[in-house]
C-alpha cells in the first residue's frame, strides 16, 4: 500500500515490519524518535514516518486552542525557531502551527497528547507514547526530581504525577482537570482550558504565565492561573500574626503590603483591616538590597515620628506611610516595596540581622596588598617610606614631589601627590592606590569577595567605561565580572566641587539634562539633586580633576562656571568651536586657554598610553596604546587620520585607530 504525503516528493509505502537489512537506526522524519513499525517509508530516500505522523490530519480543531485551526507543516521556517509550545523545546520535523498572530506551534506528538487529555481518553495514549502511564511520588530519577508538570509548570514531586515516558510527566490532578468552567471572578462568560497564547496575565495574581495551560475567556482576554482558580480561602504567613481570608468580589483598593493598587481578587486580615494582593501576603520580611548596608525589613506602616524624610531611596518620590514599605529604623532609610522588589539581582532574603552581621564582619575577607620594608615614625604617625606591593617583583619607594608627568599603573589617572615608585621599571602607584585590600567584599552583597586584580585590560561590569590597570574581579556562581576601583565601592550619595550646596543621590534610571556635559541622561543611572534639579551622568561624577593636552603646557584644571561673560572667550582652544559656558570644561589659568571636556579627555581617558597588548584578528604582534601628538599618520583600517587613540606596531609601521579595532578584534592581554 502507498499514500502520498505533503512531506515528500515520492509515494511512501507501507511497512508492517521493519527491515533487517540495515542494522543503522531510522528515525520518523515527522516526530524525530526511533521508528518501529508499522511505519511509511522511502527507502530510496530514506525518509520514513511512523504511522501516528503519516496519518496525522492536515488540519485540526484542537480543544485547548479554540479561536484557530492548527495546520500540520513541515519544520523549519526559514532561519528562525521556537520552542513548542508544551513542553517547551525546540521545534524540529513536523510541528502544528496556528497560522494567526497567536504564533502558537506544538511538535506533532504533543498536539496529539494532548488532544487525547482534552477529550479523557487516557487509553489512547499507549498509541502516542511508549508505555503505559505510571502513578507515582516517588523520585523514579534525577531528572524526574527537577522535572515539572507540562501543564501547570509547577515541580512534578508535588503530588501524584503520570509519567508516560521519560519525556512527557504531567501531574495526575492536572490531567484529570476540568475542560470548562465557571468562576466568581468573570461570572459572564465560561472559562476554558487554553493555551495562554495572548500572554494574559491572570486576574486573581496579575502574574503572566506564558507556558503551560490557564482557564481564560477569549472573548473578554481574561485568564485565570489554574492555581488560582480554586485558591485556599485562609492563608496563613510567618511574618504576620493573622490569617488572610479570600475575598473573589471585584473592587479596587491600595495593597497594604506594597502600597500599589489593584482591582481584582484580594485577602483581606479582618483583625487589622489589611487588603493586599495574593502575592503580597508572602513578602521577604527581611532582605539586603544593594541600596542600603543595613538589612532592611518589611513595614506594613511607618510610626510618622520613626521617619523623617519619607522619600524613597531607591525612585525618590514619596513613600505613604500608611501602606507597606522597607524601612531601615537605624539610618530611616525607606523605599517602596515595587521598587527594591523590582530586580531580583539587586537583593537577597536573609535569615535575620544577627546572621548578616556575622557574616560581614568576617574579618578573612580583607586583605592587604602590601608588606612595609621601611617606615618612619613621627609621633603616632607612621609612613611607610618602602614597601614590597604584590602586583610588582621590585620594591617601591614613597615620593613625595613629581618631576615629570607619570599615570599611576593602578587608576591610569595623572599623580599629583604622594605616590610610590620603582626607578628600574618606572612602575607607579598613588600612595591611595597602594593601599587598596587584595580581598575585600563586595559592599551590596558581602557573600561576594572582590579580588583585586592587576595589570589587566577591561571593560567594567557597571560603568561600562573601558580601562587599563587593576580592576576588581566578582566571581558570583559560574559568572565573572570585572569592575573598576570606582565601582568597586559604588557609593549611592557623592559630593561635586560643581555642586557644593547638597549631596547628590544616585539614581538607577533617570532621564534629564547633564550639568557637566550638557548630554543628554537617557533612562541610565546618574547622581542628582533633586531639589536643585542638578543633574550628572554616573561616569560625570569620576572625571580627572586635572589633565594634560598638547594644546598648553601646563595641567589643564577641570572647571565648573565661566565667569568671563565676553563672548569672545566662549571657545573651544582646541577644536575652535563654540562652548557653552553653562558646562564644566579644562582650563589653564596661566596660559587663560580653555577646552570642551571631550577634547581635551577623547575617546578613552582612563587607558594608559604605551601599555601592550595582544589581540587575536588585527596583527600578529603586540600592539602599543598611542596617542600622537602632531603628525597623525593614517589609520590601516579605514585610512583616516590617528588623531585620537591608536594602536600601534612598532616592528611593522602598523597603526589603527581603537575605534576601527573595537570592531572586529578580540583582546586577550595586557603584555607584561
Known amino acids: 500500500m502507498e499514500i502520498e504525503h505533503f512531506s515528500h516528493n515520492h509515494p511512501l509505502v507501507f511497512r508492517e515490519e521493519r527491515s533487517h537489512e540495515s542494522d543503522e537506526k531510522a528515525y520518523c522524519n515527522g516526530c524525530g524518535e526511533v521508528v518501529s513499525a508499522p511505519t511509511y517509508s522511502c527507502v530510496a530516500c530514506g525518509f520514513h514516518l511512523d504511522e501516528i505522523c503519516a496519518k496525522a490530519p492536515l488540519t485540526m480543531d484542537h480543544p485547548f486552542h479554540r479561536k484557530h485551526s492548527l495546520e500540520l507543516s513541515r519544520y523549519p521556517h526559514g532561519k528562525c525557531w521556537f520552542n513548542c509550545g508544551f513542553c517547551n523545546k525546540r521545534c524540529d520535523n513536523f510541528v502544528y502551527v496556528c497560522p494567526s498572530t497567536c504564533k502558537l506551534k506544538l511538535h506533532i506528538k504533543c498536539a496529539l497528547f494532548i488532544y487525547i487529555i482534552a477529550e479523557k481518553n487516557l487509553g489512547e495514549l499507549q498509541h502516542i507514547v511508549r508505555r503505559a502511564p505510571l502513578i507515582s511520588t516517588e523520585n523514579h530519577s534525577v531528572k524526574l526530581k527537577y522535572a515539572c508538570c507540562f501543564v501547570c509548570w509547577t515541580p512534578l514531586l508535588d503530588s501524584p504525577c503520570l509519567s508516560f515516558d521519560s519525556e512527557l510527566c504531567l501531574h495526575k490532578k492536572c490531567v484529570e482537570l476540568p475542560f470548562e468552567i465557571n468562576h466568581l471572578c468573570h461570572y459572564q462568560h465560561s472559562l476554558f482550558l487554553q493555551f495562554n497564547s495572548d500572554s ?73 483591616g489589611l487588603l493586599v494582593h495574593k502575592n503580597c501576603i508572602s513578602l521577604l520580611p527581611i532582605i539586603k538590597s544593594i541600596w542600603h548596608h543595613h538589612p532592611i525589613f518589611h513595614h506594613y506602616f511607618v510610626v510618622e515620628n520613626e521617619c523623617g524624610i519619607l522619600e524613597c531611596g531607591i525612585c525618590h518620590e514619596e513613600v505613604n506611610k500608611e501602606y507597606g514599605s522597607y524601612y531601615c529604623v537605624e539610618c530611616k532609610f525607606i523605599v517602596h516595596v515595587k521598587c527594591v522588589l523590582e530586580d531580583t539581582n539587586y537583593y537577597y532574603e536573609i535569615e535575620s540581622k544577627d546572621v548578616y552581621e556575622k557574616l560581614n564582619e568576617n574579618p578573612t575577607l580583607v586583605d592587604p596588598s602590601f608588606l612595609v620594608i621601611k617606615e618612619i615614625k613621627l609621633g603616632e604617625n607612621v609612613t611607610h617610606t618602602e614597601i614590597k606591593h604584590f602586583s610588582h617583583e621590585h620594591n617601591l619607594v614613597l615620593y613625595d614631589e613629581l618631576r615629570d608627568d607619570k599615570c599611576c599603573d593602578c587608576c591610569s589617572l595623572l599623580i599629583e601627590s604622594s605616590f610610590y615608585h620603582c626607578s628600574e621599571c618606572d612602575f607607579c602607584l598613588h600612595k591611595s592606590c597602594a593601599a587598596l585590600p587584595r580581598k575585600k567584599p563586595y559592599r551590596p552583597f558581602p557573600e561576594i569577595s572582590l579580588m583585586l586584580t592587576p595589570n589587566c585590560f577591561f571593560i567594567c561590569g557597571v560603568c561600562g567605561s573601558n580601562r587599563t590597570g587593576f580592576a576588581y574581579k566578582a566571581i558570583r556562581v559560574s559568572l565573572t565580572t570585572y569592575v573598576c576601583l570606582q565601582c568597586g565601592e559604588l557609593p549611592f550619595s557623592c559630593t561635586s566641587q560643581g555642586h557644593k550646596e547638597h549631596l547628590l543621590s544616585f539614581y538607577l534610571k533617570y532621564n534629564g539634562q547633564c550639568n557637566a556635559c550638557g548630554g543628554s541622561i537617557d533612562d541610565e543611572a546618574a547622581y542628582r539633586c533633586k531639589g536643585c534639579n542638578f543633574n550628572l551622568h554616573f561616569t560625570c561624577t569620576r572625571l580627572p580633576q586635572t589633565a594634560r593636552h598638547k594644546c598648553d603646557e601646563h595641567h589643564l584644571t577641570l572647571t565648573y562656571h565661566e565667569d568671563n561673560d565676553c563672548l569672545e572667550h566662549h571657545y573651544c582652544d582646541i577644536c575652535e568651536e563654540r562652548r557653552n559656558p553653562n558646562i564644566w570644561f579644562y582650563h589653564c589659568t596661566i596660559c587663560d586657554k580653555s577646552a570642551h571636556l571631550k577634547c581635551v579627555l577623547g575617546n578613552c581617558p582612563l587607558i594608559k598610553l604605551g601599555r601592550r597588548i595582544f589581540t587575536e584578528t588585527n596583527h600578529l604582534h603586540s600592539l602599543v596604546f598611542v596617542k600622537k601628538l602632531y603628525l597623525y599618520p593614517e589609520c590601516c583600517k579605514c585610512g583616516q587620520p590617528c588623531s585620537d587613540l591608536a594602536l600601534e606596531c612598532a616592528e611593522c609601521n602598523y597603526i589603527i585607530h581603537w575605534s576601527c579595532s573595537q570592531k572586529d578584534s578580540d583582546f586577550i592581554e595586557l603584555a607584561q
Do not use: W
Request: charged residues 15%.
Open 200 to 272: 494574559l496575565p491572570c486576574k486573581i495574581c496579575q502574574e503572566t504565565q506564558v507556558r503551560g495551560f490557564v482557564y481564560c475567556c477569549s472573548m473578554c482576554k481574561v485568564a485565570l492561573h489554574i492555581e488560582c482558580v480554586s485558591p485556599s480561602p485562609f492563608i496563613e504567613d510567618c511574618s504576620h500574626e493573622h490569617s488572610f481570608t479570600r475575598c473573589l468580589r471585584r473592587f479596587s483598593f491600595i495593597c497594604g503590603a506594597c502600597g500599589t493598587s489593584g482591582n481584582y481578587a484580594s485577602y483581606i486580615c479582618s483583625t487589622c
